[in-house]
């Protein structure tokens, strides 16, 4: 085996990233920026979501994987991103994610040098 590759129980950064539209009426943000994590354990990230309107809203998030060959790794187990989020006026709201980093990741030639794969989401009112 090369020294180089990734080892089960060996740790990567994960870096959280978020954007809303342009004059969004939400405030969106992930709880920390950065957290290293092992592979392939299950390992827990919240984000926060405030409506900032005195009317109720409808919010649906979309997800990016950065590097894109890791994106293939990076398993939800759990996740706001797969329903809809109805937030009341002025509420706020912690949102979780629940993941692991796949274990075979480490034996991809091609990303054997990653040392951190960001999660990115944009949650949008629809």
């Known amino acids: 085996k090369e020294k180089n590759l990734i080892q089960i129980g060996e740790q990567i ?3 959280f990233d978020s954007s809303v539209e342009k004059n969004s009426p939400l405030y969106f943000e ?3 920026k950065k957290v290293s994590v092992n592979i392939g354990e299950n ?4 984000y926060k979501a405030v409506n900032k309107t005195d009317r109720e809203i409808t919010t649906m998030s979309v997800f990016n994987v950065t590097p894109h060959q890791a994106a293939k790794y990076f398993n939800k187990i759990e996740c ?8 009341n006026p002025r509420e706020s ?3 979780p ?3 692991f980093i796949d274990p075979s990741i480490k034996d991809d030639k091609f990303i054997n040098n990653l040392e951190e794969i960001t999660l990115s ?4 009112v629809r």
């Open 13 to 15: 950064d994960i870096r």
């Open 30 to 32: 992930p709880e920390r």
């Open 43 to 46: 390992s827990l990230a919240f």
């Open 80 to 87: 706001f991103c797969f329903e809809e989020q109805v937030l």
């Open 93 to 95: 709201v912690e949102m």
């Open 97 to 99: 994610v629940s993941f």
């Open 121 to 124: 989401y944009t949650m949008f």
